[in-house]
């Protein structure tokens, strides 16, 4: 069972062409795809940086809760408040 060869004439240019276009389009994606890598990793970073301002003003309003729950035993117990 032998198959007959099929010849297939392109010529090397047009060939080398389309294999140049398409390595173009790959490239325009890649460079895309690295714009929005730089743009996910500038929004992570402002993200951070929101989230450590949020954990400071936390940890100040807990500060401020601890310092009023004392305030508010002390006065309970009849001891002298500061």
């Known amino acids: 069972m032998s198959q ?11 060939v080398l062409k389309e294999i ?3 390595l173009e389009k ?4 890649i460079d895309d795809l690295q714009k929005d890598m730089t743009d ?9 940086e929101k989230v450590d301002g ?3 003003r936390l940890e ?19 001891l002298p408040t500061f």
Request: charged content about 25%; proline content about 2%.
């Open 4 to 14: 007959t060869p099929i010849n297939v004439t392109y010529s090397l240019e047009d």
């Open 20 to 22: 140049n276009q398409k």
């Open 60 to 78: 100040y309003q807990e500060f401020i809760n601890r310092g009023v729950l004392i305030l508010k035993f002390n006065s309970c117990n009849n």
């Open 54 to 56: 949020l954990n400071k």
């Open 40 to 48: 996910v990793k500038v929004g992570i970073a402002r993200l951070d």
């Open 26 to 29: 790959l490239n325009d994606k």
